[in-house]
């Protein structure tokens, strides 16, 4: 069993950054794929993005692409979500999950564990 616990989240001006964290516990995270994913009120749970074993394994989802840094450090094991130039629209709660296999995923339901999330507020 895997156990996440996100931090980081917080207020912040359109234009600022946030550095979200994904502490892991239970057993090493290195042989897991892992993921930011986020969910605003009323809407679906969406996918940020996904890292497999290194930085040559990262997809992201377009509207991140530029704005939007992962990264993972196995020896904390702990997966970083670095953002950057942040809009009222990147407002939701995120989440970090981790799938049973090295390859990314897209999809809420390719993972196996989650955290309770950490909620990101971009005032106007």
């Known amino acids: 069993q895997v156990q996440l616990v996100e931090s980081g989240g917080g207020l912040v001006q359109a234009g600022g950054s946030l550095r979200l964290s994904c502490a892991a516990s239970?057993?090493?995270?290195?042989?897991?794929?892992m993921g930011w994913f986020r969910q605003a009120p009323g809407k679906d749970r969406e996918f940020v993005v996904s890292?497999?074993?290194?930085?040559?394994?990262?997809f992201y989802a377009d509207s991140m692409k530029g704005r939007f840094t992962i990264s993972r450090d196995n020896a904390k094991n702990t997966v970083y979500l670095q953002m950057n130039s942040l809009k009222p629209e990147d407002t939701a709660v995120y989440y970090c999950?981790?799938?049973?296999?090295?390859?990314?995923?897209?999809?809420?339901?390719?993972?196996?564990?989650w955290g309770q999330g950490t909620q990101v507020t971009v005032s106007s």
């Open positions: 890292i497999g074993r290194s930085a040559s394994s990262i």
């Open positions: 239970g057993r090493t995270i290195s042989n897991n794929a």
């Open positions: 999950a981790a799938r049973d296999t090295i390859r990314i995923g897209v999809r809420p339901d390719e993972y196996n564990y």
